[in-house]
């Protein structure tokens, strides 16, 4: 979609209008009959924006925002608006109309938070300084959480409105945890891992064995440590509520934007891991989901989807949206090897039931190279939309998921999109 | 097989060296008759070539030829008859077919060898500085002190007519005469200004001035002329046109240079046209003090092939101090921050011997504790402030001293000498890039000691340099802390159990030993004056190897990669043809052939192991061409097809996150300038215009290449044009000036990656792109308080540039808003301006002087977030002893 500067400035002109009369209205009506049991809620304004990076060197690249759904080419430089953001692959969240990326537009790392007016620009707002910044997760409009490589397993909490941090939870202060970490052996100690989300009422924090003598990472040097745990806290009293834990599965890998943690219509959590972390040590790529379902305190037992027993080994897949029992994602066909066929542009959408059943392609999409961290398959109204990234292709296509159908959702000129997003604007009263 | 050639030339240059013989032959007994009618000796020469079929060569300098004979031989032996032309001298002759070498007896001859020393001062009584005092005929000069003295010594008891010339002074000759064991004092008187509309007539050029000269672009930045000044070497630089430093933070700090757009690995650095690699960090640009060379070249686009190395926008040349005369140069400096700076530098030739021995050493120390802003978070909030705090570990210690000896100007050498030096290097690290990190422990150290020898021999057409050197390196990086540090100093203890580094996540102690051989032969072959061959051949060899105490292998069984041995051998050969065409055009012609072999082990993702060795040849070719107006006017073009040679670093990674790349292309430019050169107004205002073109290919960059790892890349190319201005000269008697423009648009094309076409054509960001200078220098005539004063002042400009590349559309114009771009990371324009003060008191060889720096105290940057010191003061005081 091409919109040119004076177009965009009569939408934003229309929308200003709109919002005014919405605003009388709604004044007029509330003011008539506070009582009234007629009343109609105001709608809610959606906002789309697209992260593109447009320099691999630097790893920067621009927000822009849309008030529909982009389509046909998207030429960068026509968003009036666009906004220049760093760590461009590795993008952060969206909440309500704000985003919030990993770190500062001059590459500073932290929390940065961009507010989408509902006129279509984009506020640069407040800075949270979190040196090593790597995840992060918004509960509510008042609590999010984040965690940095020297904070050395305490949770940081943090106010997404006022951006300010507000403490930190440390995991070593639950004897859970700590009864864990005394039983290993010398050279070993816990460490975080990569998950951390926000969800069901709930905060879900992975963590680890690591190895103190082998870089700070999990080996195979004593497989009796390969687990993932998972701590589950309740944000109202920051206390633990339940470690929940899988055997031989040590890392979820998952930045909290990377649609590697979704979250079906029921609330039940499924995580997905591109690697096993001794990747180091002999582990190798394995792209594996597994569940938490909603209200319980331990994995599924019953759920375990690897795409190494049922699509190719190291398929590098990113695990995507759940819909109506089915897990969208984007496989690559053959077993990645770094530096060989990473550019290759066999990564293909699938889809698998959620009993791990039924794993098919879809087809009508073009083949991408491996994805970015944050560029595998979202859902939005009910499309899964897929970024495809090739020397021909850069843009995303749709899927339909009820009528089948493909599409090309709209081409990006110049730049390599990144990630899809979808805003809500407060709505005003 | 390239290095099976290399070696071969090497061995072929040496025995050709070897070859020439003086063994005796019969043509000396040639029997002749021929008569002298009052020609001069030079002619009478002439005459004996003819007669007996033969070439004579000798030194200008050991005869007289402009000495009239009028003599008859009968059947008399050539031997006899050189001899009587050559009087009363004692020469010894030498043979090689018919070409008879006539080489002055030193041991009879030396006592007949005299000195000659000079005042030369101007009409109102005044010193004339740096006068270039040739003698004329022999190719030999010296340039006068500031104080307008000279010396020459040991030159053959003779008639000499020099030839002084002085920029705003009438040229002048005069006539000397030098006696057997004297020192003959010679005092020259030049005449006022040459008048604004008269024609500068400048018999002889500096050194300097001719270099300038060259049809290859040189900027001599004549550094004796500041010595006095408390000047550091960057900001000596950064007065010139076309040239910028930068600097992350105080003395020993890490530094950019960037010459004509091209900037880090394109620039390559020299010492003595030998490339800097042997000799570590002991001539860095961000350490070495002014004091220890006497003038700076910066090669723009061509490089000369005796400077032998894969440059692809240019180099920078320190000239070291030393004309072989006697002298004795000692200074300290104190400055802010704890700053002190010690010198000391000296040449004695021996006397009655051919001998010469020679120091060149300084020690420095600073705390570099400059208070600066920085963007520190609240304790709970995370929310950042901006508060001043002064650095507290950015501290170094430094000291370098070489011994040097040898013989000068014997028969078979020109000069043979012989150096140690040894470099002694503490450095204190303050902070990460974005300043976001404070460090309070961490260190690095570098030993070198460094063994060199130098040979030089000019024999009538035929000059031979050769030069050797072998150092050991040892350098260490020291990241063990026992605390963290906020901004403020304050140190928290770390868990002794920890691991923990302040730079990365684990400890780290990496030590590094480096065994560098370097050689180096140029050979010049002189067909006739403005025609000549020139052939240099450079060879480098470093071998490295080293640990980490504290590496912690992350799979089983895994090696340090420092460990593994690496090799990088080095060869570079060139040949070179410079001529003149005519009176008005001399042109250079030059090509090159780049080689190295490099082999080290390396990791490839999780497997370590040693990678096919990188074998690379490539060739590249250099042309220029100097058309003259006037003799001081002239037009300049080069053209240049260089190439750049990846580093160790960007072939094999670090072992770490940085991986292989044996793939790597070596980058390539075509790179030509266009210059003008001449008077602007006047005779005494100089005005230098540059325009440049540089068309790089597969530029190498260091990019993202998964999750965990970097890689270096062949990626796009760039375009660069710009222009640069330089006008220098003399606003009013006693006033001088120079004013420096530069403007340099650097473009990133042929993007391959689609995903970042939108950035085709760009600005390559990071870069200043237009800055200048003006320095105002005056030196009244009249003395005060017994001595002589200079007050100079120097006002640098550079506008504002962009952190991250933007696309075309959406830069800001030149002085425009650079804030419109919403999230634009901006380098605010910075003005600095610096004056001093120098007094020289009348009879004494004492300079003292008073600098400020950033005198208006203002907050300059020279990176994104890396400030400059606020306003800082320096003394220096320096003695200098040359010969009387």
């Known amino acids: ?429 | 097989m390239s290095r099976g050639i290399d070696q071969f030339l090497l061995v072929l240059s040496l025995i050709w060296c070897c070859q020439f013989s003086y063994a005796q032959n019969n043509i000396l007994d040639h029997r002749i008759t021929i008569s002298f009618n009052g020609q001069s000796v030079k002619e009478a020469l002439k005459m004996l070539e003819k007669e007996v079929d033969c070439y004579l060569t000798y030194s200008n300098l050991d005869v007289d030829l402009s000495r009239k004979i009028s003599k008859q031989f009968q059947n008399v032996s050539l031997r006899e008859i050189i001899g009587e032309l050559w009087g009363e001298r004692q020469i010894k002759l030498r043979t090689k077919g018919n070409t008879i070498g006539i080489i002055l007896d030193e041991e009879k001859s030396s006592p007949r060898q005299g000195n000659l020393f000079g005042i030369i001062t101007g009409d109102k009584g005044e010193s004339v500085s740096f006068a270039t005092v040739a003698i004329k005929g022999s190719g030999k000069g010296v340039i006068a002190g500031e104080d307008g003295i000279f010396s020459i010594n040991q030159i053959s008891a003779a008639k000499y007519t020099l030839a002084i010339s002085s920029a705003g002074y009438e040229p002048k000759e005069v006539l000397v005469e030098v006696r057997e064991n004297q020192t003959v004092k010679v005092e020259i008187n030049m005449s006022g200004a040459v008048s604004a509309l008269d024609e500068v007539v400048v018999l002889g050029k500096s050194v300097e001035q001719k270099k300038r000269e060259d049809p290859i672009k040189i900027e001599v930045i004549d550094v004796k002329a500041i010595q006095s000044q408390s000047i550091s070497i960057p900001q000596v630089m950064n007065q010139a046109a076309g040239i910028k430093v930068r600097q992350a933070g105080g003395i020993g700090s890490p530094t950019v240079i960037n010459i004509n757009g091209l900037q880090g690995q394109a620039i390559r650095i020299f010492r003595d046209g030998i490339p800097m690699d042997y000799m570590g960090r002991a001539f860095d640009i961000n350490i070495l003090p002014v004091d220890q060379v006497d003038n700076i070249e910066v090669y723009k686009g061509v490089l000369p092939v005796d400077l032998g190395a894969d440059a692809l926008g240019g180099a920078i040349n320190y000239v070291s101090k030393g004309n072989g005369q006697n002298n004795l140069s000692a200074s300290y400096g104190i400055g802010s921050f704890n700053s002190h700076q010690l010198n000391l530098t000296a040449h004695l030739n021996i006397p009655q011997t051919k001998f010469f021995t020679s120091l060149g050493s300084y020690y420095i120390r600073s705390d570099n504790n400059f208070r600066m802003d920085v963007q520190i978070p609240d304790p709970v909030t995370r929310n950042l402030t901006e508060t001043e705090i002064e650095r507290f570990h950015d501290g170094i210690r430094t000291w370098f001293a070489e011994f040097s000896g040898g013989v000068a100007n014997t028969k078979w050498a020109d000069l043979l000498k012989f150096s140690y030096a040894n470099f002694d290097l503490n450095r204190d690290l303050q902070n990460n890039v974005f300043l976001t990190r404070p460090y309070g422990e961490i260190f690095e150290t570098e030993r070198s000691s460094i063994f060199s020898s130098q040979y030089e021999l000019n024999r009538r057409k035929n000059t031979l340099k050769l030069f050797g050197a072998y150092s050991k390196r040892r350098t260490v990086f020291d990241d063990t802390p026992k605390n963290t540090y906020d901004w403020f100093g304050n140190a928290t203890p770390i868990n002794p159990e920890s691991n923990e580094g302040e730079l990365e996540r684990n400890k780290s102690r990496r030590r590094q030993n480096f065994k560098t051989w370097t050689a180096r032969l140029v050979y010049q072959y002189a067909f006739r004056e403005g025609l000549s061959l020139n052939f240099s051949h450079l060879f480098q060899d470093e071998r490295r190897v080293g640990r980490d105490d504290f590496y912690v292998p992350i799979s089983i069984g895994e090696q340090d990669p420092l460990s593994f041995p690496g090799t990088y051998v080095k060869n570079i050969s060139g040949l070179q043809l410079s001529s003149d065409i005519g009176k008005r055009i001399e042109t250079i012609f030059a090509v090159k052939r780049y080689g190295i072999f490099a082999e080290l082990a390396t990791q490839r993702l999780n497997e370590l192991s040693s990678i096919d060795p990188v074998e690379v040849s490539n060739f590249g070719l250099a042309s220029s061409l100097k058309y003259s107006i006037t003799s001081d006017a002239f037009f300049r073009i080069s053209y240049e097809r260089t190439t750049r040679i990846p580093t160790t670093l960007e072939y094999f990674g670090d072992g770490a996150f940085t991986l292989s790349n044996s793939a790597l292309r070596p980058e390539q430019s075509h790179n030509i300038n266009l210059g003008f050169y001449g008077n602007l107004n006047s005779k005494k205002n100089k005005i230098d215009l540059i325009l440049f073109y540089r068309a790089v290919e597969d530029n190498v960059f260091l990019r993202q290449f998964n999750i965990f790892y970097s890689q270096f890349q062949n990626l796009d190319d760039a375009r660069v044009w710009g222009a640069e201005t330089a006008v220098k000269g003399e606003l009013v008697p006693n006033l001088k000036f120079q004013a420096t423009l530069t403007y340099q648009d650097i473009r990133r094309v042929n993007i391959e990656n689609p995903g970042e076409r939108i950035l085709e054509n760009s600005r390559q960001p990071n870069i200043p792109y237009f800055f200048g200078n003006l320095g105002v220098t005056y030196k009244p005539e009249k003395q005060f308080l017994n001595g002589s004063w200079q007050v100079y002042t120097n006002y640098a400009y550079t506008e504002q540039f962009i952190l991250f590349p933007l696309p075309k559309e959406l830069e800001p114009p030149l002085f425009g808003n650079a804030n419109e771009v919403q999230g634009a990371s901006i380098i605010p324009t910075q003005h600095l301006i610096d004056v001093g003060l120098t007094y020289n008191p009348s009879k004494l060889p004492i300079w003292l002087n008073v600098e400020i720096n950033n005198a208006l105290n203002v907050k300059a940057f020279d990176g994104y977030r890396i400030q400059r010191p606020g306003r800082f003061f320096r003394i220096k005081l320096s003695y200098r002893l040359e010969p009387k």
Not at chain 1, 145 to 166: L, V
Not at chain 1, 171 to 176: H, I, K, N, Q, Y
Not at chain 1, 186 to 194: I, K, Q, V
Not at chain 1, 323 to 343: A, C, P, R, T
């Open chain 1, 1 to 429: 979609m091409k919109i040119n500067n004076r177009l965009k400035k009569q939408l934003i002109k229309m929308k200003k209008y709109h919002l005014y009369l919405l605003i009388i209205s709604a004044i007029s009506f509330s003011s008539c009959n506070n009582d009234d049991e007629n009343e109609v809620a105001p709608e809610a304004e959606i906002s789309f924006a697209l992260l593109v990076q447009t320099d691999v060197t630097t790893n920067t690249g621009f927000i822009l925002v849309s008030d529909s759904m982009f389509t046909g080419t998207i030429d960068p430089l026509s968003f009036g608006s666009a906004t220049i953001v760093a760590e461009a692959d590795r993008p952060g969240i969206a909440f309500g109309n704000r985003i919030y990326q990993l770190a500062a537009s001059d590459g500073t790392q932290g929390i940065q938070e961009y507010t989408v007016l509902s006129n279509g620009s984009i506020q640069i707002g407040s800075f949270i300084s979190a040196d090593g910044m790597d995840e992060m997760t918004i509960l509510n409009e008042t609590t999010g959480y984040y965690k940095a490589i020297g904070n050395q397993m305490r949770i940081q909490t943090f106010n997404p409105s006022i951006m300010q941090r507000t403490g930190e939870i440390d995991l070593r202060s639950f004897p859970e945890v700590t009864m864990i970490e005394d039983a290993l052996e010398e050279d070993f100690s816990l460490g975080f891992g990569n998950s951390i989300l926000a969800a069901d009422g709930r905060l879900f924090v992975q963590f680890q064995v690591n190895d103190d003598n082998g870089g700070g990472f999990p080996t195979i040097r004593n497989l009796d440590y390969d687990i993932l745990y998972m701590a589950i806290i309740d944000p109202a009293s920051d206390e633990l509520i339940d470690i929940a834990q899988i055997d031989g599965y040590s890392n979820l890998n998952g930045f909290p934007a990377a649609s590697l943690h979704n979250i079906s219509a029921e609330g039940d959590m499924y995580f997905t891991g591109i690697y096993d972390v001794t990747i180091f040590s002999g582990g190798g790529l394995e792209t594996r989901t597994v569940r938490i379902l909603s209200g319980a305190n331990d994995f599924d037992d019953s759920f375990d989807i690897n795409m190494n027993d049922i699509h190719v080994y190291g398929s590098n897949g990113q695990g995507g949206p759940v819909l109506n029992g089915k897990i969208y994602y984007q496989l690559k066909d053959k077993e990645l090897v770094f530096g060989s066929n990473q550019g290759d542009p066999d990564n293909f959408p699938y889809v698998v039931n959620t009993d791990g059943s039924g794993l098919t392609k879809i087809s009508g999409i073009p083949g991408s190279m491996v994805p970015f961290f944050g560029s595998g398959p979202v859902e939005i109204d009910g499309l899964i939309y897929y970024s495809v990234i090739s020397d021909t292709f850069t843009g995303y296509y749709s899927y339909n998921p009820t009528t089948g159908d493909v599409n090309e959702a709209f081409r990006v000129d110049g730049a390599t999109p990144i990630k899809l997003m979808k805003l809500i604007q407060p709505i005003e009263n």
